[in-house]
Each structure stands twice: as structure tokens, then as C-alpha cells.
């Protein structure tokens, strides 16, 4: 079946302008998780979503960064005011409800390509 | 709080050389333990995993075994290929009050196979 997708793929653009990066997650799949990947670095937490509520945000750096998932489903990251040191590659990842209905197979998150951001 | 340590890379090694990256652990409770590798250009692929004590994760020749006796959860393969060269991440994942996931990931080692 159809994976985790993300777009765009690259997305290059100037200090102080706003971007959205996009993620449709594996059908089926509650939980969606956005993680920052920075050169020769592990990803790291950014935000979570439990269906169409953010249930911890706790990873997001500052407020220029917000994330939607409106009808939970696809979900949006947004970046407000972008500085040269949000470049980095943007990972989603989705898996089943974590809880009881999931069990310890929604331990396993299952990630996208990334979109790469570059701030110039 | 949960952490990850694995060795530093890169590691190279000639094709079909015995491969091992040694992955340990510090957490709370019983976290389910992961391999991921990253291709070059590509993102996250779930390579393996194991979610108790003892289990031993498998794929693609690859094998890991959770150690809860010294938290520690190695790759392994017996003969690489070229084929293999990528990064590989070490991952845990625990429990928050949030109720999500957390995955905590090791610092990546960089394979390197050469023909």
C-alpha cells in the first residue's frame, strides 16, 4: 500500500517568508508525528497529532512554527518568518493509535521522504 | 529522560566483511528498540525492530537482539554489500503522558561498503 508522502520534496526560500510543507499519512493511521532533521543528526521531535488535535507540541522550537491537520488526515507544518536556521529536512511519520486499540505495533512509526529546507 | 548512544562512524568495511554498530540505551519501563537506515537522498526506512526483551529483530540479512541485561540492542550481518552503504539509526520508543510515542533517536552511523 501507499506509504507516507511529502511535498514539496525541496523547497528553497528567502529569510523572513513563510512556508508550508505538506504530509498525507498511511491510510488507516491516527497518530502523526512531525520530526526536524538536521546534517548528521538524528530526527528530532517536533509535534504530534492524535487525529485533527495537536495532543503534544512540545518539540516545536518557537512560535513561528504551527502545525494543522484540520480533518485528520493530512497535516500541514507551517513556518512563520523563516530563518536561515530552520533549514533542515522535515520528516513526518504516521502510525497506528497509540493506546490499547494499538498495541505495541503503534510503537512503530513509519516515515516519508522529507522535504528538505533551505533558508538563503 | 530516554537516550541513545551509538558507535561514531563512519565505519568501512570491503564487501562481505562481518558487520556490527553497537547500539545502547538508557530508559524507563520497556521500550520497544529500532533500526532505521537512510539511503543516500532518501528518508527513514524501518529496518528492523524488537518489542521485549530477547527478541530478535531481523531483515535483509540484518539482525538485532534486545539485551535488557545490558540495554543494548547491536546490528548485525554477516556480509555486507555495497548495496548497504547508508546511515543507520538506533531508536527507542516510550510511553508519554501525552499519550504519544516518543522515538529518541542515536546520532546515526554512516556505513561505507566498499567493493
Known amino acids: 500500500g501507499a506509504g507516507v508522502s511529502q511535498t514539496p520534496s525541496n523547497k528553497v526560500t528567502e529569510k523572513g517568508k513563510y512556508v508550508e510543507l505538506r504530509c498525507d499519512p498511511i491510510s488507516g493511521h491516527t497518530a502523526l508525528y512531525w520530526y526536524r532533521q538536521s546534517l548528521g543528526q538524528g530526527p528530532e521531535f517536533l509535534i504530534y497529532?492524535?487525529?485533527?488535535?495537536?495532543?503534544?507540541d512540545s518539540g516545536l522550537p518557537n512560535d513561528r512554527f504551527f502545525a494543522v491537520r484540520p480533518e485528520g488526515s493530512v497535516s500541514t507544518l507551517k513556518i512563520q518568518r523563516t530563518e536561515r536556521g530552520d533549514s533542515a529536512v522535515y520528516l513526518c511519520a504516521s502510525s497506528l493509535e497509540p493506546g490499547l486499540a494499538g498495541g505495541r505495533e503503534a510503537d512503530t512509526q513509519y516515515f516519508g521522504p522529507g522535504t528538505r529546507l533551505t533558508v538563503l | 529522560g530516554n537516550s541513545v548512544t551509538q558507535m561514531e562512524g563512519p565505519v568501512t568495511l570491503s564487501e562481505e566483511a562481518f558487520l556490527t554498530i553497537n547500539c545502547t540505551y538508557t530508559a524507563t519501563g520497556y521500550p520497544s528498540l529500532f533500526w532505521y537506515v537512510q539511503y543516500p537522498g532518501e528518508g527513514l526506512q524501518l529496518l528492523l525492530k524488537a518489542t521485549k526483551a530477547d527478541d530478535k529483530g531481523s531483515n535483509k540479512g540484518f539482525e538485532a537482539t534486545y539485551r535488557k541485561e545490558t540495554t543494548s540492542f547491536h546490528l548485525e550481518k554477516g556480509s555486507v554489500q555495497v548495496s548497504d552503504s547508508a546511515v543507520y539509526f538506533c531508536a527507542l520508543s516510550s510511553y508519554m503522558d501525552t499519550g504519544r510515542r516518543a522515538l529518541t533517536f542515536g546520532s546515526g552511523t554512516r556505513l561505507q561498503v566498499q567493493p
Open positions: 497529532f492524535q487525529g485533527t488535535g495537536a495532543a503534544d
